[in-house]
């Protein structure tokens, strides 16, 4: 999961070394002039974007929905007259040509058919599908139509008064019905997406208060104040100078603008799986929200100077949905890295895993919304073409298969398991569950985030490779291991809650302090932290605790007293912040408990870089740790494994394994329960390749 606090700062920097478009260098606009199709510069009707707020009831149910399919009442086949199936299909789309019309007029429209080669500029509408049914009539070749509300409304909003235009809209443009059509079409998704002159996104219908109107104005505002400071100012002197946010003519941090930003960003369209793709691989993209519009690149470039100024975490309340905040984080990242030469191809795991949090109607398009943003080389190496025809648990069967043996590691199993998955049918334990869409699943221990894609910090067996002779038999995954271990103890989980993830720092708070502090004292009992005995390499137990903490990814500048350091003096901090509302046994026990690990009153007098970077640690530790817990072996090593585990489990080294595996034994089969971290055999010190002996997973 890609976050905030560690990429924005990045991200600027990089930002700082590549030119920036020439359409982000003007001053912010609302929108450019519309252009017909013929390319001709077209004046934008002063009352043209009106309809959207006479309709403000618009329903924008959440969701996406190329895998959705309505009654042939609502989609007449008579009205394709010509399949866009075999080769044809895969070289030629349909495209809507809007015939002109004022705002409440009926809209009419036609059909036609349009070689993705031939260079017809045509735009591609980008909008939620939603959950809601097909209630509202147009004209299409001469006859009844019929499409969703907000279909219609981003229609009417896009259509100009004089002249036609040519849009591509996919409940129009492909045949729902036809599955064999979806099948051929959905794989030119990226094509016609690229090959558009322009995307519109229609958000949906602005509130009465306009805060879409006032979000958009405000992020112009913040991207114009970055331009004019220079890509290399410190964003932090924003939020600390009230004359420096005047200058600028950024609101004060009291301003409710600040708020409507965070209305903003839950419209149901931000957590749609094709708007990733959709908006990734775009020449010009622009939201428009009932009457208001922006640049897409004035959006995103707004949004990292709030968030990296920390303008954003001055108002605790702006942010309500982490979860809309994290998906538009991540859809700006991808963004990012799509489009810039020096940054890798992305592969299709890295972007399954990124992406977890999108939405779709239909449980197939999880995958297939994100095979287009592939290279060409991973594009080739899967062969994972869309079926329709197929229920969901059989296709994510299918991609894992493929993705384990087009892989010389085992790196997929390691993908956490979400807590509660929607009922999309039976997986195997191996096979990743992408069907949800709520952030109840753990961050994965094992990858370090660089530049939006992932990198593997261990290799508890050796750098092996996954043995040619590995079987996958239906739905049973045979691979070679060595039982290494068995959880002997299992402590309290760290549940993200209390946390107040929709910011990229933390906001402490007395509930959410004592919560942390509870569990990581929790978890200094059950390792035995305090206790004398020499940990099973030799190490002090205090500071293996304080290592597997933070998974022992400390950077060759930091000792392990400065580790300490660090770690003490935010945890103090906590404490503090505890008993600034917190009185009685509960404090005092809490505060006994710091003193006597460490947590001198002295750490305090640390330089304030030193908190700062604590403050860092900190956060990292809790988003590494969420939905995880601690555990201790039988052998008395120490660990972070799942949710799910529980004593009696098995810690598995396999074959190909960068990390070791949990496992329940079911007779002579096993479990898949997830990946862990267990301090002292992450560097392949344990595993033994004489001692692997084949492992059924189920």
Not at 6 to 11: G, T
Not at 375 to 395: H, T, W
Not at 414 to 428: D, R, S
Not at 430 to 435: C, E, F, L, Q
């Given at each position: 999961?890609?976050?905030?606090?560690?990429?924005?700062?990045?991200?600027?920097?990089?930002?700082?070394?590549?030119?920036?478009?020439?359409?982000?260098l003007?001053?912010?606009?609302?929108?450019?002039?519309?252009?017909?199709?013929?390319?001709?510069?077209?004046?934008?009707?002063?009352?043209?974007?009106?309809?959207?707020?006479?309709?403000?009831?618009?329903?924008?149910?959440?969701?996406?929905?190329?895998?959705?399919?309505?009654?042939?009442l609502?989609?007449?086949?008579?009205t394709?007259?010509?399949?866009?199936?075999?080769?044809?299909?895969?070289?030629?789309?349909?495209?809507?040509?809007?015939?002109?019309?004022?705002?409440?007029?009926?809209?009419?429209?036609?059909?036609?058919?349009?070689?993705?080669?031939?260079?017809?500029?045509y735009?591609?509408?980008?909008?939620?599908?939603?959950?809601?049914?097909?209630?509202?009539?147009?004209?299409?070749?001469?006859?009844?139509?019929?499409?969703?509300?907000?279909?219609?409304?981003?229609?009417?909003?896009?259509?100009?008064?004089?002249?036609?235009?040519?849009?591509?809209?996919?409940?129009?443009?492909?045949?729902?019905?036809?599955?064999?059509?979806?099948?051929?079409?959905?794989?030119?998704?990226?094509?016609?997406?690229?090959?558009?002159?322009?995307?519109?996104?229609?958000?949906?219908?602005?509130?009465?208060?306009?805060?879409?109107?006032?979000?958009f104005?405000?992020?112009?505002?913040?991207?114009?104040?970055?331009?004019?400071?220079?890509?290399?100012?410190?964003?932090?002197?924003?939020?600390?100078?009230?004359?420096?946010?005047?200058?600028?003519?950024?609101?004060?941090?009291?301003?409710?603008?600040?708020?409507?930003?965070?209305?903003?960003?839950?419209?149901?369209?931000?957590?749609?799986?094709?708007?990733?793709?959709?908006?990734?691989?775009?020449?010009?993209?622009?939201?428009?929200?009932?009457?208001?519009s922006?640049?897409?690149?004035?959006?995103?470039?707004?949004?990292?100077?709030?968030?990296?100024?920390?303008?954003?975490?001055?108002?605790?309340?702006?942010?309500?949905n982490?979860?809309?905040?994290?998906?538009?984080?991540?859809?700006?990242?991808?963004?990012?890295?799509?489009?810039?030469?020096?940054?890798?191809?992305?592969?299709?795991?890295?972007?399954?895993?990124?992406?977890?949090?999108?939405?779709?109607?239909?449980?197939?398009?999880?995958?297939?919304?994100?095979?287009?943003?592939?290279?060409?080389?991973?594009?080739?190496?899967?062969?994972?073409?869309?079926?329709?025809?197929?229920?969901?648990?059989?296709?994510?069967?299918?991609?894992?298969?493929?993705?384990?043996?087009?892989?010389?590691?085992?790196?997929l199993l390691?993908?956490?398991?979400?807590?509660?998955?929607?009922?999309?049918?039976?997986?195997?334990s191996?096979?990743?569950?992408?069907?949800?869409?709520?952030w109840?699943?753990?961050?994965?221990?094992?990858?370090?985030?660089?530049?939006?894609?992932?990198h593997?910090?261990?290799?508890?067996?050796?750098?092996?490779?996954?043995?040619?002779?590995?079987?996958?038999?239906?739905?049973?995954?045979?691979?070679?291991?060595?039982?290494?271990?068995?959880?002997?103890?299992?402590?309290?989980?760290?549940?993200?809650?209390?946390?107040?993830?929709?910011?990229?720092?933390?906001?402490?708070?007395?509930?959410?302090?004592v919560?942390?502090?509870?569990?990581?004292?929790?978890?200094?009992?059950?390792?035995?932290?305090?206790?004398?005995?020499?940990?099973?390499?030799?190490?002090?137990?205090?500071?293996?605790?304080?290592r597997?903490?933070?998974?022992?990814?400390?950077?060759?500048?930091?000792?392990?007293?400065?580790?300490?350091?660090?770690?003490?003096?935010?945890?103090?901090?906590?404490?503090?912040?505890?008993?600034?509302?917190?009185?009685?046994?509960?404090?005092?026990?809490?505060?006994?408990?710091?003193?006597?690990?460490?947590?001198?009153?002295?750490r305090?007098?640390?330089k304030?870089?030193?908190?700062?970077?604590?403050?860092?640690?900190?956060?990292?530790?809790?988003?590494?740790?969420?939905?995880?817990?601690?555990?201790?072996?039988?052998?008395?090593?120490?660990?972070?494994?799942?949710?799910?585990?529980?004593?009696?489990?098995?810690?598995?080294l396999?074959?190909?394994?960068?990390?070791?595996?949990?496992?329940?034994?079911?007779?002579?089969?096993?479990?898949?329960?997830?990946?862990?971290?267990?301090?002292?055999?992450?560097?392949?010190?344990?595993?033994d390749?004489?001692?692997?002996?084949?492992?059924?997973?189920?």
């Open positions: 999961m890609l976050r905030s606090s560690f990429l924005l700062p990045d991200i600027l920097r990089q930002l700082a070394d590549v030119a920036p478009p020439a359409s982000i003007a001053s912010h606009t609302p929108v450019e002039p519309r252009r017909d199709v013929t390319g001709s510069s077209l004046t934008e009707p002063k009352n043209r974007l009106r309809w959207a707020d006479q309709h403000r009831n618009l329903r924008t149910d959440s969701g996406s929905g190329l895998g959705s399919s309505a009654s042939s609502f989609y007449p086949r008579s394709y007259m010509k399949r866009l199936s075999g080769e044809f299909g895969k070289q030629n789309v349909r495209l809507l040509r809007v015939l002109p019309g004022n705002l409440d007029d009926y809209i009419s429209c036609d059909l036609e058919y349009a070689s993705l080669v031939s260079n017809t500029p735009e591609a509408v980008s909008y939620c599908w939603g959950n809601q049914l097909p209630t509202v009539e147009i004209s299409c070749d001469g006859k009844p139509f019929m499409v969703t509300e907000n279909l219609a409304a981003a229609i009417r909003t896009f259509r100009l008064e004089t002249t036609t235009i040519l849009l591509w809209a996919d409940a129009i443009c492909i045949n729902q019905e036809d599955v064999d059509e979806k099948n051929c079409q959905v794989p030119l998704m990226r094509q016609i997406y690229e090959r558009a002159s322009a995307i519109r996104v229609w958000l949906g219908p602005d509130e009465e208060t306009k805060p879409c109107e006032r979000a104005s405000l992020l112009g505002i913040l991207k114009s104040a970055c331009l004019k400071l220079g890509w290399s100012f410190n964003l932090k002197q924003l939020a600390a100078n009230p004359t420096l946010l005047g200058a600028y003519n950024i609101p004060d941090v009291d301003d409710p603008t600040w708020r409507a930003i965070g209305q903003l960003i839950q419209k149901p369209w931000f957590g749609r799986a094709w708007i990733i793709q959709e908006i990734a691989v775009s020449r010009e993209a622009y939201l428009h929200c009932g009457s208001a922006i640049r897409w690149t004035d959006f995103y470039i707004g949004f990292l100077v709030g968030m990296n100024s920390g303008l954003f975490t001055m108002r605790p309340d702006a942010f309500p982490s979860l809309a905040y994290q998906q538009v984080i991540q859809l700006i990242m991808t963004c990012y890295c799509f489009n810039n030469p020096q940054i890798p191809a992305f592969d299709l795991p890295t972007l399954l895993e990124s992406h977890r949090l999108a939405g779709a109607v239909d449980s197939k398009d999880k995958i297939y919304a994100l095979l287009g943003l592939c290279d060409s080389v991973e594009g080739q190496k899967y062969c994972i073409l869309p079926d329709y025809s197929l229920p969901a648990p059989e296709v994510y069967t299918a991609v894992a298969k493929v993705l384990l043996e087009k892989s010389s590691t085992l790196d390691g993908i956490p398991k979400a807590l509660i998955t929607p009922n999309i049918g039976h997986l195997p191996w096979v990743p569950d992408w069907s949800t869409c709520t109840d699943f753990a961050s994965s221990l094992c990858f370090k985030t660089i530049h939006g894609r992932y593997f910090s261990f290799d508890a067996a050796k750098t092996s490779e996954v043995p040619k002779h590995s079987i996958i038999q239906g739905n049973t995954l045979e691979l070679s291991g060595q039982a290494f271990d068995q959880i002997s103890k299992a402590g309290r989980v760290m549940d993200p809650s209390l946390a107040n993830r929709g910011s990229d720092q933390f906001q402490l708070n007395p509930t959410f302090a919560h942390i502090l509870a569990i990581i004292h929790d978890w200094a009992v059950i390792a035995g932290s305090r206790s004398r005995r020499t940990y099973p390499t030799g190490e002090d137990i205090a500071d293996v605790f304080a597997t903490l933070y998974l022992n990814d400390f950077s060759s500048e930091y000792t392990m007293e400065d580790v300490r350091d660090m770690f003490n003096t935010f945890s103090y901090r906590m404490i503090e912040t505890a008993m600034s509302a917190l009185e009685g046994i509960v404090t005092r026990k809490l505060l006994h408990w710091s003193e006597s690990n460490g947590f001198l009153l002295a305090m007098t640390l304030a870089s030193g908190i700062d970077r604590g403050r860092v640690m900190i956060e990292d530790l809790f988003f590494r740790m969420i939905q995880r817990r601690m555990v201790v072996t039988e052998k008395g090593y120490i660990g972070i494994a799942p949710r799910l585990a529980k004593e009696g489990d098995c810690i598995v396999v074959k190909g394994g960068r990390v070791p595996l949990i496992l329940r034994p079911e007779e002579d089969q096993w479990e898949l329960l997830g990946d862990c971290y267990v301090h002292g055999i992450m560097r392949g010190e344990a595993f390749e004489s001692k692997c002996t084949a492992i059924r997973i189920v």
